[in-house]
């Protein structure tokens, strides 16, 4: 099974900076990865997939980047509305398996 | 628009069965190019695919639940259901029912779980 890996498990941010989070993958997944973001309370919304490519409505200050095991989600300016948890899921070996990373939840500094 | 919505008891007795539907709303669950998903999210933690149904009715199932698993999909209903048997503390979870967009030959090419049920909640106890 492959293993991602979120780094950091926290991120401290203040409105309107940039942010950068990391997935790690235990082996090559070449560009199968999408990005996740959920607010408390609330399901998972999808913002990324095949690493790089946003999903329908998703606003252009989020981006994704990497391919092989290593994944950037960046987002260009934080809004308000963006604090929350998010979640790198691969799908290299899709159907059926896809699994998620752990989790960086993106907190007010 | 597509919108999914989850329903079924907040509260199961161990080793009893869980049971829980997802209702689509604005689109056909006849539609190819869509495997119809089960998720899961224990308390404070992150997801786990439980499995997925195609609207011809091939599934796939996650290994580690396999044994336990039974989903189906009613198509003049617009319905898909999960069945989760001998269920434990450990089966304590937020649920979601979500939308694979997919295509391809056995829906080969991943786009995401683009649509989301706002989840329900089962704890396991007596």
């Known amino acids: 099974e492959i293993v991602l890996t979120q780094s950091p498990a926290t991120l401290s941010v203040s409105p309107g900076e940039r942010v950068t989070l990391s997935c790690r993958a235990s082996?090559?997944?070449?560009?199968?990865l999408a990005w996740y973001q959920q607010k408390p309370g609330q399901a998972p919304r999808l913002l990324i997939y095949d690493a790089s490519t946003r999903a329908t409505g998703i606003p252009a200050r989020f981006s994704g980047s990497g391919s092989g095991a290593e994944f950037t989600l960046t987002i260009s300016s934080l809004q308000s509305e963006d604090f929350a948890v998010y979640y790198c899921q691969q799908y290299n070996d899709w159907p059926p398996w896809v699994t998620f990373g752990g989790g960086t939840k993106v907190e007010i500094k | 628009q597509v919108q999914l919505q989850e329903s079924g008891p907040g509260l199961v007795k161990p080793s009893q069965t869980l049971s829980l539907t997802c209702t689509v709303s604005?689109?056909?669950?006849?539609?190819?190019?869509?495997?119809w998903t089960w998720i899961r999210q224990h308390p404070g933690k992150g997801l786990e695919w439980i499995g997925y149904i195609y609207h011809s009715g091939s599934t796939y199932y996650n290994p580690s639940l396999r044994s336990r698993i039974s989903m189906s999909i009613d198509t003049s209903k617009n319905q898909f259901s999960l069945k989760l048997s001998s269920v434990t503390a450990a089966d304590t979870a937020i649920y979601y029912c979500?939308?694979?967009?997919?295509?391809?030959?056995?829906?080969?090419?991943?786009?995401?779980?683009?649509?989301w049920g706002q989840g329900t909640t089962v704890t396991v106890s007596s």
């Open positions: 604005g689109g056909s669950i006849s539609s190819g190019g869509y495997y």
């Open positions: 979500t939308r694979v967009d997919c295509s391809g030959g056995s829906c080969y090419y991943y786009y995401g779980m683009d649509v």
């Open positions: 082996q090559s997944v070449s560009s199968s």
